[in-house]
């Protein structure tokens, strides 16, 4: 009779314990993996977005520096032509073409990692990491043999073809580890013992774009001074002479001595003062570059999930980096469209 109670009390320790592990592994289907997948489709639609926006404000800093040419042209009564303007491009839709390639890959990269929280590390996966390796290592290709515009990004494209080339090679590195079958902890190391190569690219395009937003900040700025600089010359009755335009010692805000103030145009010109201050605010709200520092986090911490020693199901990490990277990019989208509406 004892032995028989204790057969039945193994048995109902036994049920019992099934039913917790069967009751865990249904959280885990019910919270987790739909969490994860969450947050894995917000860092696809948010590294989108920052590739958008990167591609935009690139393209922007040629406008910016175009405008204030032919406005201080126009100011100083100096002739100019297309090609003038033409020569003020800092960077052209090749060179911008490198930095948001190397993004989308570095996301792909990213995406294709998620996989591996799983268990999972098919051949599916080792391709489309291999694709990104080789997008990658276009991108260094063709910087290393890019006709330049500038001096500047002479030396971007020198910096970033060897950072390039070494971030297609610990992406390589990973995809060959998956193709030829490795075991999953094998892929975790290789994943962790090249990931520094990955994050420094990141990095070095996300200080590119912001160096990219003091220029625009610095020509704004010069563009304000100006605007205030030709009111002025409109409404000083001192700079007002009988002397010709043409005589050298003539200051460039000459007018003649009956000249009047066109009130039209010192209405165009105080509407252009009054959205200036706007056009500063919209170009800070455009700036990638802190969108490209939280795609960093956000994919380091991914990282740090997919390749721990034992399979986590703490998703904090990747929740409160993927949660800061959507706070990050959502205003990028609007703000980018209002800094491209005011260009026309």
Known sequence: MANCFASISVIVRARRALALMVGFLLLLAACGPDDYQ?????????ASTVIM??????????????????????????????????????????????????????????????????????????QNMKAS??????????????????EKQKAFNEKFSGLATAAAAAIGAVAQA?????????IKKSVRATDKDV????????DDAQGFYLRQESQLSIYGVQLYKIYQCEVDVNERNDKSPNDSDVNICWHPKDYQADPALLLTLGDRLKSYPQQQEILVKANPQPAIVQLQKAHE???????????????????????????????????????????K
């Open 38 to 46: 969450k947050r894995l489709k917000d860092f696809q639609d948010c």
């Open 53 to 126: 926006a990167d591609r935009a404000f690139l393209s922007n800093a040629n406008t910016v520096e175009q405008n204030l040419f032919i406005d201080q042209q126009i100011f100083e009564r100096k002739p100019f032509g297309p090609a003038d303007v033409e020569k003020r491009t800092i960077i052209t839709p090749e060179e911008i073409k490198l930095r948001t390639d190397a993004l989308d890959a570095l996301s792909q990269y990213t995406s294709s990692l998620a996989t591996l929280a799983n268990g999972k590390s098919d051949t599916t996966t080792g």
């Open 133 to 150: 390796s080789s997008s990658l290592q276009s991108s260094a290709t063709k910087a290393s043999s890019q006709t330049v515009s500038t």
């Open 178 to 186: 998956i193709l030829d079958h490795k075991a999953h902890n094998e």
């Open 199 to 206: 994050t420094t690219l990141i990095a070095f395009i996300g």
């Open 301 to 343: 911490a991914l990282v740090t999930y997919v390749t721990a020693d034992k399979n986590s199901t703490n998703l904090s990490g990747v929740v409160n980096e993927v949660n800061n990277l959507v706070t990050a990019a959502k205003p990028l989208g609007q703000a980018i469209q209002t800094l491209l509406s005011a260009k």
